[in-house]
């Protein structure tokens, strides 16, 4: 992975902006090839619009990784993204982890300005979620576009690790990340990867009928849903917070 640039220091900023811009843009960037130096010249997309040709490519993993032209090495561009679904009234970003690792600044900027946007737009407050590696923003698109609730998904997360809690697979070792080329409808599946390579080492998966049947329990109860926004109360929705 690149060095951070000190020029992250204000992503959410950035975002913003890319964000209120009704087209996607990608600048024109010449960057040097972490194998052989040779600058390429090439261009990186930080708006993401539902639907559109950049999103594809971040799923297909292709997004702001160039190939040099010399020695032909793929290489990730690793900078600040926002996507923004206007329909559903959602919007995700992927900003860099503070160098402290204290997150709290950042959650409380996005939440405020998701409320800046609803009320001068005028519409519904979208539902604003941050990310601080790739992985997890995509899952957290895949997941709004499936129709799931990710706070539920989380939450089921931590119950799943819970159960098969061992020496082979435990929350301190391995974390969640839901599968969204999983074709078979009866399961939600994840992969398992081990923190320290983030290499993927398994799959593990739950019944759909199982979270069906946790969000029936919640939606229909004001005190759990009370109690799920008490576990989520920004928009830095983890399972690593519940596990502490
Ligand atoms: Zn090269």
Known sequence: MPARKSTEKAPVTQGKKAAAQAAAAADPR?????????????????????????????????????????????????????????ASAFIAYQVAM?????????????????????????????????????????????LRNDGYDDRLIEYAKFQLLKSLDSEELNHRRHRLLFDFSNQNPDIIAFIVFDR????????????????????????????LMLE???????????CDRLIG
């Open 30 to 86: 010449s960057v040097a090839c972490p194998k052989c130096g040779t600058v390429v010249d090439t261009s990186v997309v930080s708006t993401l619009l539902a639907g559109s040709d950049q999103l594809k490519a971040l799923f297909a993993g292709t997004l702001n990784r160039p190939e040099c032209p010399e020695c032909g090495t793929l290489f990730l561009i690793d900078e600040p993204l926002v996507y923004r679904d206007t």
């Open 98 to 142: 503070p160098e402290d690792g204290d997150t709290s600044a950042i959650e409380q900027e996005i939440d405020c300005m998701a409320t800046d946007i609803s009320s001068s737009e005028e519409t519904e407050r979208p539902t604003v979620r941050v990310t601080f590696t790739r992985s997890d923003f995509i899952e957290k698109i895949a």
């Open 196 to 223: 320290e390579n983030n290499q993927p080492v398994s799959r593990v998966h739950v019944q759909h009928g199982d979270y069906d049947a946790l969000l029936e329990e919640f939606t229909s109860s004001t005190q």
């Open 228 to 238: 799920l926004d008490a576990l989520f109360p920004s928009c830095y929705v983890s």
